[in-house]
């Protein structure tokens, strides 16, 4: 197994472009970590892999996507971040969120 520490800019479309690239000089990912990635040897190009922005989704809805993505034998990991995510105090940009939930804000400590 070997593991790789990457950081993206551009964290959706980077990281399946990364995947993918991976997956052609023959390693699969078979573990996510918040820093790292861990990969096995296999055969070239034999895995395809997409990566999919979910924390906008309600639970009930995330629930029902990956039901979908089961019943159609794709196998998901779950990656925990905050994507994209730009703070200053208390104000956040949130650049894949859902329209209307792009800037957030916390009230603070009392």
């Known amino acids: 197994m070997i593991r790789k520490f990457k950081l993206f800019l551009s964290p959706i479309q980077a990281?399946?472009?990364?995947?993918?690239?991976?997956?052609?000089?023959?390693?699969?990912?078979?573990?996510?970590g918040k820093i790292f990635y861990y990969f096995e040897?296999?055969?070239?190009?034999?895995?395809?892999?997409?990566?999919?922005?979910?924390a906008n989704k309600s639970y009930d809805d995330l629930r029902e996507y990956e039901r979908f993505l089961e019943e159609s034998n794709i196998r998901y990991m779950e990656k925990p971040a905050n994507i994209g995510k730009v703070s200053i105090g208390s104000v956040r940009w949130r650049p894949y969120a859902d329209k209307g939930a792009?800037?957030?804000?916390?009230?603070?400590r009392r």
């Not at 990281?15 to 996510?32: C, F, I, P, Q």
């Not at 792009?102 to 603070?108: D, L, Y």
């Open 41 to 54: 040897e296999c055969e070239r190009s034999k895995y395809v892999y997409n990566v999919d922005y979910v």
């Open 15 to 32: 990281l399946t472009a990364w995947l993918n690239k991976m997956s052609r000089e023959g390693y699969r990912l078979v573990k996510v």
């Open 102 to 108: 792009k800037i957030a804000t916390s009230k603070g």
